[in-house]
């Protein structure tokens, strides 16, 4: 079964509006999260690195301002997307990596498609 | 730059024969390396993880490592039209933290 969740998996949205996307390791306690984003036939690209209870490494060129990064507690990290516009629709993908059953490992959650209208 | 290169393909193989997968990575102390399989539309899922030189095996899937050549490989035996994806490598070094970096993926076509 999944061990890593996303909500939600689809969203639409005006421009303009904001989405946060919520992140959940649902049977290990993840350490570190990423954000990643996916344009059509493109591969991932990672958005931002967090460890629990501190703030979020962007990789360059990701504004920090648009994707605000929470990992709150060890279970869950939310991305908010400030200010959609159009350009920001993409498939967006979370990975949890933790201890899970005493090895360290790293899954992906299913994604979320944001489109933007 | 640190970078992972893949042919972007598609590979296209019969169905039963042994597919090749191949990944270089530029950053010579790289440590940890991983294949995944994404289908279309879905998030990447783990198929291997390989840290050593030599090969892993785990069922129809072996994975290759050469640490000297900086190149890892995925090798699929008894190839099934359902092994059809997107196959991403992905190399974890010091300088990248606990994040991967991945290649842009080779598509994998198995025809019945």
């Known amino acids: 079964g999944a061990v890593v969740s996303q909500h939600p998996s689809w969203v639409i949205c005006k421009s303009g509006t904001s989405v946060k996307i919520e992140c959940r390791s649902l049977?290990?306690?993840?350490?570190?999260m990423f954000w990643y984003r996916q344009f059509p036939k493109q591969s991932l690209m990672l958005m931002a690195t967090?460890?629990?209870?501190?703030?979020?490494?962007?990789e360059q060129g990701v504004e920090k301002d648009k994707f605000l990064i929470n990992h709150a507690s060890l279970t869950l990290s939310t991305l908010t997307v400030t200010s959609a516009h159009p350009e920001d629709s993409s498939f967006y993908i979370c990975?949890?990596?933790?201890?899970?059953?005493?090895?360290?490992?790293?899954?992906f959650g299913p994604g979320t498609r944001l489109l933007v209208l | 730059q640190k970078e992972v290169e893949q042919n972007s393909g598609p590979l296209s193989v019969p169905e039963g024969a042994i597919a090749s997968l191949n990944c270089t990575y530029s950053?010579?102390?790289?440590?940890?390396f991983f294949w995944y399989r994404q289908y279309s539309g879905k998030s990447p899922e783990l198929i291997m993880s390989?840290?050593?030189?030599g090969d892993k095996e785990d069922g129809r899937f072996t994975a290759q490592l050469n640490k000297a050549s900086q190149y890892v490989s995925l090798l699929i035996r008894d190839s099934q039209p359902s092994d059809s994806a997107t196959y991403l490598c992905?190399?974890?070094?010091?300088?990248?933290?606990?994040?991967?970096?991945f290649g842009k993926g080779t598509t994998l076509s198995v025809s019945s």
């Open positions: 990975s949890a990596r933790g201890a899970r059953r005493r090895r360290e490992t790293q899954y």
């Open positions: 049977d290990f306690q993840a350490t570190t």
């Open positions: 967090s460890n629990e209870g501190s703030k979020a490494t962007y």
């Open positions: 950053d010579r102390v790289s440590q940890s």
């Open positions: 390989i840290y050593s030189n």
């Open positions: 992905a190399v974890n070094t010091p300088q990248a933290g606990t994040a991967l970096i």
